[in-house]
């Protein structure tokens, strides 16, 4: 009589935590609660414009992996991302590494079909790195250095497209 009464209380106890988990079991996707998923697709769905850099090249990239890909009437997407160096601090000392920063400087455009500018942006970003007088060595700092800047002013356009980008005509904004 006594395993009965146990086996019982086994049962229900995993009887208990199972009913959460099966209660779950036919929710496969994740969906926002207030929105449309097909018009938050259409809204960020972009043609993207060429490379005319490196620079530009991983903004690309980067923003082509959190936005769709468009249809031929979607809007054109522009980015252009230049870097530049500067020196952090002075020294009299001999010590030959110099901390310096690349900074990247960007810029999005999106446009429509016809040319009409729907939404402009630019934002910086800066990285920080150092240099010790080789010259391959402070080359492949200063490129490793403004890529990472460049990722990083990406993230800011792209958080700047999604808090003011309005859609294209016809789509409601963001409410």
């Known amino acids: 009589m006594w395993s009965s ?5 086994n049962a229900l106890v995993s009887l208990a935590l199972l009913a959460p988990v099966l209660a779950v079991a036919g929710c496969t ?12 697709e ?16 991983i903004a690309y990239q980067e923003l082509a992996l959190r936005f769709q890909a468009g ?27 110099t901390n310096r920063e690349a900074i990247a400087y960007g810029t999005v455009v999106i446009t429509d079909g016809f040319g009409k ?32 800047a460049a990722r990083a002013v990406t993230e800011s356009l792209r958080l700047a497209i999604l808090a003011g980008y309005p859609g294209p005509i016809g789509l409601p904004a963001a409410q």
């Open 117 to 148: 500018r729907l939404f402009a942006a630019s934002r910086n970003a800066s990285a920080s790195y150092q240099t010790n007088g080789q010259v391959v060595a402070d080359t492949e700092a200063y490129r490793s250095a403004s890529e990472q």
């Open 71 to 97: 249809k031929p009437d979607s809007p054109l997407l522009t980015v252009s991302v230049s870097s530049g160096g500067r020196t952090l601090t002075r020294s009299a000392t001999v010590n030959p590494v």
């Open 5 to 9: 009464k146990r086996a019982a209380r």
């Open 42 to 57: 259409a809204k960020y769905a972009f043609n993207f414009a060429q490379p005319r850099s490196r620079l530009d090249q």
């Open 29 to 40: 996707t994740l969906t926002p609660v207030y929105s449309d998923a097909a018009m938050a």
